[in-house]
């Protein structure tokens, strides 16, 4: 057995640790994404464990795409300032 001490954190620090409310730290407990252990009537959390959800929650560079839409092509029908049908009325 390791004689590393575990330090554990109380639900409102390691909400704060990640930057969270509470009731969404509840909801990474609840889904599985981060171990929490009943101690009698409260709950706690391992630093280890909140430091490699920290880690595990990375985001990979180049993978955001679908956050923001591609960008129109200038020259295509759908550019500003294309008025090339604007004047076929008339």
Do not use: C
């Not at 704060?16 to 981060?34: D, H, P, S, V």
């Amino acid at each position: 057995m390791s004689d590393t001490q575990i330090v554990w954190l109380n639900t409102e620090t390691a909400a704060k640790r990640l930057g969270i409310t509470t009731r969404t730290l509840y909801r990474f407990i609840n889904e599985g994404g981060l171990p929490a252990y009943r101690m009698g009537r409260v709950i706690r959390v391992k630093q280890a464990d909140v430091d490699a959800f920290i880690e595990r929650s990375r985001i990979e560079p180049g993978t955001l795409g679908h956050l923001y839409p591609d960008p129109v092509p200038a020259g295509s029908a759908d550019a500003e300032g294309d008025d090339s049908d604007a004047d076929s009325d008339s």
